[in-house]
Every structure is written in structure tokens, then in C-alpha cells.
């Protein structure tokens, strides 16, 4: 409960990034740092506040452009941002990602190997979850819920899988609002945390994932 706790009152007291003009609500901000420079600080955080990385979650330059890097060694790492997006006017959550190294034998329908080389999680008003994973071993279209915090309830959905496009760019394009609706079968309240994740801890692996652009769109 006290993990739980620790991550609402990050999520209340981070920056809040709002709707822009025509529809679009950019949220990755790599240009703003030199390679090799961490993101943490006033606009990206860590969640729950406080874990110390063995690769600190850095900016780095892919093909002429900068990009974010998530590595990790038996552990779990995830940095986000505050946000406030109304699912109903920008539905569509747009991103590219390239996985490295995919967790060895991760599994998001096992508890005890649900690592993924990237995660992009979109937090509701009412601490509500959902997930975009790309996993090890799970087919694309796996849905699931691994744990059951009272406060806090998440859903993960599998949209890449595998090796056959890893260390290549892959886009992926999500229509939030619908995809709450149909795993909690309930009208959703605003956005307010975007997060970016990469897992090893389960299966005492190694994982790195970068991350490129990502939006909420209108259309």
C-alpha cells in the first residue's frame, strides 16, 4: 500500500502537460536534452519516486536523431509524465518504439516472467491502466490483468511480440478511449500520466528498448 501510495502522490505532484492546438499533445521531448543525458528531472520522473537504476534513462542519437533509451538489468524501470488529455477529443495514442534486447522467456501471462522490453502505460483519473506491451513470447492481442491492487487496476495488451522486429523501428497507432471502454467496460475519466517502461526483474534478464516520438492525436 505504501508502493501504491508513493506513485499516486507522484502522478498529483509532477507537471501537467495539457491539449495543444489542433488536437495533437506531444509528449516526448528528446530534442531538449544532449546525447547521453539523463530525462529525469522536472518533466520525466521516476515511479515509484526514488529507485536507482543501473543504466540511467538516457538520450541518445539513432540514425541523426534523438531518441530515448530504457536499459536495464534485473530490474524494473519506469519514467513518466503528468498530463491532462481527455480521451474523448484526443482518442488516438501514436509512438514509435525499437526493442534491443527482449527479456529472456517474458511472458505477460505468467506473474512470475511478465517482463517486456517496453511498456507505454496510459494512466486514468480514478487509477485505472492501461498497457502497451511488446513481450517476449505472448501473441499479439494477449490481453491481461497480473495483479490485483485494490486501488489500483491495470489491464496489459500485447501489440508486438517477439523477435522478427527487433532492433527495427515499429509504429503503433491506439485508440485509447476504445480500448478502456472494452477492458473496463466503462466510460473513461481523463488521462492524467503517460509512462514509459522497460522489465527484467522477473526473469533475471537484460532488456533495452528505445523510444521515439509519441502523441495523443484527435484523429
Known sequence: MRRLRSVGLLFAAAVTLGAAAGGVVRL???????????????????????????????????GGRQALMLKTENEAMRIGRAVKVDP????????????????????????????????????????????????TTAPVGTESRPDGFEMFQRALVVVRSGEPRAGQWDRQRHNVYADYRRLFESEPRAIKW??????????????????????????
Open 28 to 62: 516526448d521531448d528528446w530534442d531538449a536534452y544532449a546525447p547521453g543525458a539523463s530525462v529525469l528531472g522536472s518533466v520525466w520522473s521516476a515511479y515509484p519516486a526514488g529507485p536507482k537504476f543501473k543504466f540511467a534513462p538516457a538520450v541518445v542519437l539513432d
Open 194 to 219: 503517460i509512462g514509459l517502461e522497460s522489465h527484467s526483474n522477473d526473469t533475471h534478464s537484460r532488456t533495452a528498448v528505445v523510444f521515439g516520438g509519441v502523441r495523443f492525436e484527435a484523429r
Open 88 to 135: 474523448r477529443q484526443t482518442p488516438w495514442l501514436t509512438w514509435e518504439w525499437k526493442a534491443l534486447v527482449l527479456p529472456e522467456g517474458g511472458d505477460v501471462r505468467d506473474p512470475k516472467r511478465n517482463d517486456q522490453a517496453g511498456r507505454v502505460m496510459v494512466m486514468f483519473e480514478g487509477l485505472k491502466g492501461v498497457l502497451y506491451v511488446w513481450d
